[in-house]
Structure formats: C-alpha cells, structure tokens
C-alpha cells in the first residue's frame, strides 16, 4: 500500500490522497484549496496521469473536498466518482455553483478560470452513488465501505482494504451528538484499520454546545433590534444554512423571537440545498424527523429570496435577520450587504463558522476600522460577533471518540490532515501520550509519500 498527501496536508483545505493498493490507484477527494496562500496549488496537475486513475472516491460534497473534481474531465477522465446518494445530489449543485463562480471570475475579474460548465457536468454524469455501509467491490482484491460521519448530509468516512490491509481516511468528522442528522454508529467498529487518515481541524478545542451557541445567537439578534439594527449571518449553504433557518423558525414560533423580525434566506444555492435535505428524512435524527416544515418555507416573517434585485435592496429594511453566503465573506451576496451595512454601528454580522487564513472572514475576526470589498475600502463600524457551537467538526472530544472506535492491535500508523500544523501538534502530542511508541504518529506535508 501506497499513499501520496496531495492537499489538506499541514494545511486546512484542499483534501485529496492518492493510495494505491493491490495495484489500483484510487484518488480520494479532490478539494479546492481555499486559503489564500495556498491558491496556486488550485492550478497545479496531479501528480498522476488521469488515465492511470482507477476510481475516484468522494468524501463529502464540501468545495474543500469536491471543488476540483471539475479538473479531471478537463483532464478526459471517464471513470467512475463514488459517492453516497446524498453527496452526489448536494455535489452536483456545488460544482453547477462553483463553476458559474469559475466563469464569472474570467468575466468580471480576468482571473484565469479553474474549468468551466461543461468540464462540471461532464464530471456530475461521473458521480456514481454507492449505499452507505454495505460492503462494495471495487475489484476482486480490493473492497470499499462508505461508513457515516455524522459531519453533513450524505459525509462519509472511507474503509479501504486488500487481503491483508487496510485503510481508513475519515474524511471530514462530524460531532458525537450533531444537530440535524443522524450521528455515528455508537457501536466499536468491525473495521480494524492498520492506517488511519484522520482529520484533526479542532483538535485543540472544546466546542460550546449548540443550546449555548443558539441562545447567544437569538440574544444578539434580540439586542441588534433594540438598537434598530440589522443582523447578517454569513453561511456555508451546505448544513448551516438549514440548521440556522431551523433555529430561527422555531425562534419564530415559540415567541423568542418578536413577531416584527423578519427572516431573509438569501441563497438560491442554501434553497436548491434546503431542498435536497428535505428529500433525505432518513438520514435526519429521530428528533428532526418529526418536525413539520422544519425550515420555515410556511412561517409568514421567513423570506426565501431568489431574484438578485430583491437582495440588492435587503439592506434597507428594517428588523432585518439576513442569512446569506460564502460563509467565510470570500464572495456571494452576503459582500452586497455587508459593504451597505458594514459602517452601521448598530447593525450585527454574527459569524458562525470556520474562517479560513486569507478570507475576509478571517480578517474581520481581528476587528479592523477599515475592509476591503472589491477593492473598495469601507469603514467597519458594526458589531462583529462570533458564535462556535454550531461547528459541523468534531472537537478534541469527538475526535478522541472517534479514533477509539478504530483502535485495536492492528492499527500501525496514523496520520493528521486537514488542520493548521500548531494545531495538529497539539492533538499529536495527545496521541503520543495515548499510545506511546506502539503507534507512528506523522503530520504529512503536501507531496510526501508512504509505503507501507
Ligand atoms: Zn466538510
């Protein structure tokens, strides 16, 4: 066995692995790289011939692990993208979306396109749902099991084995007890890897709990209309749009929130999503499941905005709660808003996601007087709020419980992706303390490789 860190290696985004195993070569993931210093590697080749890839495996349909996926057809790959049903549903609108983005950058900011429509639907036929926790062949030596992550819908963690080994990349995990869909298997697992490529972004971190974080977030919205201000809520429009349109909905009914607030869902793609999720019940938890109208689409003060000319004008309504993306400010129409409402000191933006290095996102955190929108410079005079426990990640905690699950006297080595290295140090040396000499521990760089 064969393994190749081609991103989300000592760096957060940009997840893709090359294995090889009884002689095929498997890809899985191919994310784009969404830290600034990182962009670059966006426009690199794979180190690998497309004709020489066997199969493709897809984690989950986050941009950091489906975005380059594109590249591939560009690249006359005709193979199969294995995937659960859900990720293929929610990664064919992701690739629709982030290939328009791809085209409208060309457009408006001469910036050289990754790849275009035509390479995203070429590779949205490739998509090949797999069920989830059945054992699939991918050749007579080698077998695949999609096993759930608990992390969004359709998340998956990846087993891969031979006669004699066996793999495991987690993909991005989720929390032991998430929010809208189903969690993990509690049971100990029947998988018993020899290598674990494990995840690590907040192993450093206790998150709040979800009760906390909405309780903050209600009261800052509560607080914002006292002064007369608006609220805008940058989203990822994958979960968090729909958890937060939940929480609202139900702010609405139970009274927590004034009957004169209203709610403007601003993302065509966090509806078109909406949508897919409300086609899945059976991956929601037992809860969830029971709610009616979970999202709000028949509460009168919940506005669900599709027309760009209806956005625009958000801004000068008044009680305003405006949810819209890129969750992390890197674009989309929530740059609209914030650039209207940005030097309005009674107005809120309340973040409530990961922020990746070089985002705006990022650099609001650090609380500067002035920001930069389309190389507009405008004066930031809002309050800034951040809110964590709605993270969709596992936490030290989590991680912890989930790399227990797939210990046993076979595991020989693991590695940690998809995290800053500080933090990975920190989650090493837990690790090191857990299992001594008995387990190599190793933070991979971009372009390392291991033979095993
Ligand atoms: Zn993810």
Not at 81 to 108: G, H, R, V
Not at 240 to 245: A, G, K, Y
Not at 318 to 346: E, F
Not at 413 to 418: D, K, P, Q
Request: with cysteine; hydrophobic share 35%.
């Amino acid at each position: 066995m064969e393994i190749r860190f081609i991103g989300a290696s000592k760096n957060v985004t940009g997840s893709c692995y090359l294995l090889k195993i009884a002689n095929k070569n498997i890809l899985i993931d191919y994310g784009m790289f969404q830290e600034i210093n990182y962009m670059d590697h966006n426009y690199k080749k794979l180190p690998i011939d497309t004709n020489d890839i066997d199969i493709v495996i897809l984690t989950h349909a986050h941009l950091d692990h489906c975005g380059l996926l594109p590249k591939l057809s560009q690249d006359n790959y005709k193979g199969q993208i294995l995937c659960s049903p859900a990720t293929s549903s929610l990664c064919a609108e992701i690739l629709t979306d982030s290939a328009k983005i791809q085209e409208n950058n060309l457009y408006f900011k001469n910036i050289q396109p990754l790849y275009n429509t035509k390479d995203a639907i070429k590779t949205i036929s490739l998509l090949t749902p797999i069920a989830v926790n059945k054992p699939y062949k991918i050749s007579n030596e080698v077998t695949l099991k999609l096993i759930p992550a608990s992390h969004i819908l359709g998340a998956t963690s990846v087993y891969i084995q031979d006669h004699s080994e066996s793999i495991i990349f987690s993909g991005d995990l989720g929390r032991v007890t998430p929010n809208i869909i189903k969690g993990f298997d509690k049971q100990i697992s029947e998988e018993k890897p020899n290598v674990i490529v494990m995840e690590s972004l907040y192993g450093n971190t206790i998150h709040e709990s979800y009760e906390s974080a909405s309780k903050k977030l209600l009261n800052s919205i509560v607080q914002t209309m006292s002064r007369g201000g608006n609220v805008m809520i940058p989203v990822f429009s994958i979960q968090r749009h729909q958890e937060i349109l939940h929480l609202l909905t139900n702010a609405l009914k139970s009274g927590n929130l004034k009957k004169n607030v209203q709610i403007f869902s601003d993302s065509p793609l966090g509806y078109k999503i909406m949508r897919i999720y409300e086609s899945h019940t059976d991956e929601m938890n037992y809860e969830f499941k029971k709610i009616h109208n979970p999202y709000g689409t028949n509460v009168q003060n919940m506005h669900f905005v599709h027309s760009n000319n209806k956005s625009m004008g958000l801004y000068k309504k008044s009680n305003a709660v405006i949810i819209a993306g890129s969750g992390m400010l890197n674009g989309g129409r929530i740059l609209n808003h914030l650039r209207k409402l940005a030097g309005d000191k009674n107005s809120s933006l309340i973040i409530v996601g990961f922020q990746a290095e070089g985002t705006l996102g990022y650099e609001i955190l650090k609380h500067p007087k002035t920001i930069k929108i389309n190389s507009e410079s405008i004066p930031l005079k809002l309050n800034i709020e951040e809110i964590y426990g709605f993270s969709a990640h596992a936490d030290k905690n989590d991680l912890l419980w989930w790399l227990e699950k797939y210990s046993s006297e076979n595991l020989k080595r693991i590695f940690l992706v998809h995290s800053e290295v500080d933090v990975a140090n920190s989650f090493k040396e837990i690790l090191v303390d857990k299992f001594g000499n008995n387990i190599k521990i190793s933070i991979p760089d971009i372009g390392e490789q291991h033979s095993f």
